[in-house]
C-alpha cells in the first residue's frame, strides 16, 4: 500500500487494480452498447443522394488571391464583414488585409516572436492576436481606411490577458466583444473578461497541448469543442467549466476541430491523415474520410455553409474537397509550397482562405 500525496489516506494496490478493472468494464460495455445502436451508416443512408452536379461552383474553386508575407503564416482569421483578414505568423507581426484588394490595412506588432493564433471582434474594431509570451492581447482598430494605400502600425495593447504557462495555440471572441476564449500548449482553456485581468474559467481534462478549438456555430456562448495531442477531442459547458463528453476514438493526435454548421456533428483531424466526422447525438463516429495514397498528416479543416463539403488541409502541402455526405473526394488543391497551418471559410461561404509555413496566405474561390 502506499500514501497518496497531500493526504492522510491510504491507497492499496488492490484497490487501485479492482477499479481499474471497473472503468475498463464499463469502457468496453459502452462500446459494446454503441455497436449494438449502430444499425446504419451514413454510407447506406446516403444511397439516394445526388452527387454534387458538375455545375457546382465549389468544384470550380482556384487561387484567387495570394496575400505575401516574408516569414511563416501560423494563423488566419476572417472579419464578419467578410472582406478583410488577420494573419499572424513567425516575426511578432500580425497583419490586416483587405483579401480581396491584396492590399495591407494594418501592422500589428506584438511583444510575441511569433503569432501562433488570431481572431477578429464581432464588432470588427478589435482583434485578439496569442503568441510564444503566452499572452493574449487585445487590439483596437481605428476604423478602416479608404482606398488610402497607407499601411497603419499598431503597437500598443489596449489589454493583455496572462495567465498560461505556456504558448497559445487558439484565442477567439466568444459571441461578443466581452469575452474571449483562448487555449494553450499547457492543455488547459481559458475565459475571459475585457473587464477582468483573471480568467472567469480555466477548463482542464486534456493531458496534452490543446491544438484545436471550435465555438458551436448555434450556441456560443454556452459550448465549444477541443481537440489535443492526447488523442482526444472534448466538448465543453462555458457556464460550468465541465467537460461533458469525450471522444477518444482515435488512433492518432487530433491536430484540428470543427464543427458542422447544423451544430450536430464534428469533425477532427489527426496526425494519421485521417478527418473524422462524428455524430454527438449518437456518441459515435459516422463517417471518415482517407485514401491510401495520404500518407501524411491532416492539419486543419472547415465545412462549406451547407456542410456537404469539408475541405481538408494536408502536411503535403494539399488541400482537398471531401463530399462530406458520400465520402468521396471531389478535388484537391495545390499551390502552397510549405505546410499548410489553418484554412477557414469566409463569413459567407464564397471564399477560403489559407494560411502556410511558406509565407503566404491564399484566398481560394
Known amino acids: 500500500m502506499s500514501e497518496l500525496p ?36 451514413l454510407e447506406t443512408l446516403s444511397q439516394d443522394v445526388e452527387p454534387l452536379p458538375p455545375s457546382a461552383p465549389v468544384l470550380s474553386m482556384k487561387c484567387r488571391k495570394t496575400l505575401k508575407c516574408t516569414e511563416e503564416v501560423f494563423h488566419l482569421a476572417w472579419s464578419p464583414d467578410k472582406i478583410h483578414m488577420v494573419t499572424g505568423g513567425q516575426g511578432g507581426f500580425a497583419v490586416i488585409w483587405d483579401a480581396f484588394l491584396g492590399q495591407k490595412e494594418y501592422l500589428i506588432q506584438t511583444t510575441s516572436p511569433w503569432v501562433t493564433a488570431c481572431s477578429y471582434a464581432p464588432s470588427t474594431t478589435m482583434v485578439v492576436c496569442g503568441g510564444l509570451d503566452s499572452q493574449c492581447s487585445v487590439y483596437k482598430l481605428d476604423g478602416y481606411k479608404e482606398n488610402s494605400g497607407a499601411t497603419v502600425t499598431i503597437s500598443e495593447p489596449t489589454k493583455r490577458l496572462s495567465s498560461h504557462e505556456k504558448y497559445i495555440t487558439h484565442c477567439i471572441f466568444l459571441g461578443s466583444d466581452q469575452q474571449i476564449l483562448s487555449s494553450s500548449a499547457d492543455s488547459t482553456c481559458a475565459l475571459w473578461d475585457m473587464e477582468r485581468d483573471i480568467p472567469v474559467r480555466t477548463f482542464k481534462g486534456h493531458r496534452m497541448e490543446v491544438a484545436g478549438l471550435s465555438v458551436h456555430p448555434k450556441d456560443p456562448f454556452t459550448v465549444f469543442a477541443t481537440g489535443s495531442f492526447d488523442r482526444s477531442a472534448c ?6 467549466g465541465r467537460c461533458m463528453k469525450r471522444l477518444d476514438q482515435h488512433e492518432s493526435d487530433v491536430n484540428a476541430v ?16 485521417v478527418v473524422h466526422l462524428i455524430d454527438l447525438r449518437a456518441d459515435q463516429e459516422i463517417k471518415s474520410y482517407t485514401k491510401p495514397n495520404i500518407i501524411c498528416g491532416a492539419s486543419a479543416l ?21 463530399d462530406a455526405v458520400k465520402g468521396t473526394q471531389l478535388f484537391v488543391l495545390i499551390s502552397h509550397q510549405g505546410r499548410i497551418s489553418h484554412i477557414e471559410l469566409s463569413p459567407d461561404g464564397t471564399a477560403l482562405g489559407s494560411s502556410s509555413w511558406d509565407g503566404t496566405t491564399r484566398v481560394w474561390a
Open 6 to 41: 497531500g493526504s492522510t489516506e491510504v491507497c492499496h494496490l488492490g484497490d487501485f487494480q479492482s477499479l481499474m478493472q471497473q472503468l475498463n468494464e464499463l469502457k468496453e460495455a459502452t462500446r459494446v452498447e454503441r455497436s449494438r445502436i449502430n444499425d446504419c451508416n
Open 235 to 240: 466538448l465543453w459547458d462555458v457556464r460550468t
Open 258 to 273: 470543427r464543427f458542422l454548421p447544423t451544430g450536430d456533428a464534428l469533425g477532427t483531424t489527426t496526425n494519421d491523415g
Open 302 to 322: 472547415d465545412f462549406s455553409k451547407s456542410g456537404r463539403v469539408l475541405f481538408a488541409a494536408y502536411d503535403d502541402h494539399s488541400i482537398r474537397a471531401w
